[in-house]
């Protein structure tokens, strides 16, 4: 919330303002970081063993569609273009904000934190929570003691290590697949923002949906195997993806490619790579759901939130890699296609260290 309300006070034009936008930028991280590592760690103490997969596909489903009403009632009410002082949905924005100053952008930060308030609230009021059995100094103490002491007994844990391996992997190359997909998307069709954040709603939807589905199959058929399906799922669409440019498909196919005015996303090779991202973004939401409840399966009794946190190190400690090594090989190749390929290697050798998990709690 601290670091939502503070991007309101990034001026442009002010000699503050990178500073200011930095700064609130990494209070939001760390606090949502530790806020989700706990938020995770409740899970167990919500349901059955029996029903984490459906906890954790709802919850992140739930999310999804939080985050796509919140993206448009900002653009539709808050963020306006600087150049016809209208919003994506041609309204002067509200409070009598500023295209000029971009006060619509800045205002995002505080809409979020009030957002925040609202819908984290019932958290605080209505769901039960574990009894506290000491105070914060001697809780803090126990749980480093506790952490350091399962570092250096790592290998009592092998299982879990292996998992976490996998999950830094695979969580790295969905991480590069996010941040180049548009970007590809942009280089070989052409697209503008408007094509890039319909495509990003379309992620967003089809993420909704496999994440609601992914955890009722989480349940019936284990998260391991949710996981290792969808990361197979991946590595094909990947595939597609690269069969695609301007004038192929399957990279034999000739189709007529894009043509100035001729419409959003007319060409066949464009409503190819919808189809195929689509595909990406209905598996990418039970993957990460199914791993949130695969760790909380795995993590011993007492010590959940310990894992939990080691957890969410594994999918951040190493994130900027999947993309430096998209960009690497992009810049070295010359070619996007050939850049985003190693993407596959990501999913697979996740996937393979995947395998040799054993889905049953340490």
């Not at 503050?16 to 609130?24: D, F, N, Q, R």
């Not at 029903?51 to 954790?56: A, I, K, N, T």
């Not at 993806?241 to 000739?254: K, N, Y």
Request: aromatic share 10%.
């Amino acid at each position: 919330v601290c670091g939502s309300l503070a991007l309101w006070f990034a001026e442009p034009g002010t000699a503050h303002a990178v500073s200011v936008a930095l700064v609130a930028f990494a209070v939001g991280t760390v606090g949502v970081e530790f806020a989700t590592v706990f938020n995770n760690a409740m899970m167990p103490d919500l349901v059955p063993e029996e029903r984490l997969g459906r906890l954790s596909g709802t919850g992140w489903a739930v999310g999804y569609v939080g985050g796509l009403v919140s993206l448009v009632v900002a653009l539709g009410f808050l963020v306006a273009d600087p150049v016809t002082g209208k919003t994506f949905f041609g309204l002067s924005p509200v409070f009598g904000l500023h295209p000029d100053r971009f006060e619509g952008d800045r205002a995002s930060g505080p809409f979020t934190a009030i957002w925040y308030v609202i819908f984290v609230t019932p958290l605080f009021l209505l769901t039960p929570d574990t009894p506290r059995r000491m105070a914060l100094g001697a809780a803090v103490r126990h749980g480093l003691g506790e952490l350091g002491r399962t570092l250096r007994d790592l290998r009592n844990h092998a299982n879990i290590f292996r998992f976490l391996i996998a999950n830094m992997i695979y969580a790295d190359g969905l991480v590069a697949l996010f941040a180049f997909g548009g970007i590809y998307a942009a280089g070989t069709f052409g697209w503008s923002s408007i094509e890039l954040g319909l495509f990003g709603i379309l992620l967003t939807i089809t993420g909704t949906i496999g994440a609601l589905v992914g955890g009722r199959l989480d349940d019936r058929l284990g998260a391991k195997r949710v996981i290792a399906g969808a990361l197979a799922v991946l590595v094909l669409a990947i595939l597609g993806i690269l069969s695609i440019d301007a004038g192929h498909i399957a990279f034999i196919v000739p189709v007529a490619g894009p043509v100035p005015g001729d419409g959003l996303f007319a060409a066949a090779g464009e409503k190819a790579y919808l189809v195929l991202g689509a595909v990406i973004g209905a598996v990418a939401g039970p993957m990460q759901s199914a791993s949130r409840s695969l760790m909380a399966r795995l993590a011993p009794r007492g010590s959940t939130t310990q894992f939990f946190g080691l957890f969410a190190l594994s999918g951040k400690v190493t994130s900027f890699f999947g993309p430096l090594a998209v960009g690497v090989l992009t810049a070295v190749s010359g070619s996007q296609r050939i850049g985003i390929s190693i993407l596959v290697l990501f999913f697979i050798v996740g996937g393979l260290l995947l395998l040799r998990v054993k889905p049953s709690r340490g």
